[in-house]
């Protein structure tokens, strides 16, 4: 029972990483070169470009080494401007593999990233961010 607690804990530890760094990467789109003119904020709407993930954490479970378990995290730009994704970035990029299924996104439209990790070298717990 404790280990399935602290998996849980570790896998939302995870997705919270995965989040934040999502949000670093949306908000760096929209800055200049020099000087920042405005930044997005996770899950408000207004004004420019605003991304909401509809959920923010995955617990995989037990992974065996012969699996590739994949899942899809769908979000939606709420603001009233264009958001464009310049990417995704991972912490482990042989165990790790985002795909996001659109990079430009129009107030209102909906993407979704679908994150696959390759387990075959990893043994015992572990945590990895995107």
Not at 51 to 77: A, Q
Not at 107 to 125: A, F, H, Q
Request: charged fraction near 25%.
């Amino acid at each position: 029972m404790r280990d399935n607690a602290s998996k849980r804990n570790r896998i939302f530890s995870l997705m919270m990483c995965i989040a934040f760094s999502l949000l670093f990467i949306f908000t760096a789109q929209s800055l200049p070169l020099r000087g920042i003119t405005k930044t997005i904020a996770l899950a408000t709407s207004g004004s420019g470009p605003s991304i909401y993930f509809t959920e923010d954490s995955w617990d995989f479970g037990e992974i065996t080494p012969d699996e590739l378990p994949t899942h899809i995290f769908k979000f939606k730009n709420i603001g009233d401007e264009v958001l464009i994704i310049k990417g995704a970035k991972v912490s482990c990029e042989s165990c790790i593999d985002p795909i996001i299924s659109t990079k430009k996104l129009n107030p209102g439209e909906e993407g979704e990233l679908k994150i696959t990790v390759n387990s075959l070298d990893m043994i015992g717990r572990f945590t990895k961010r995107i």
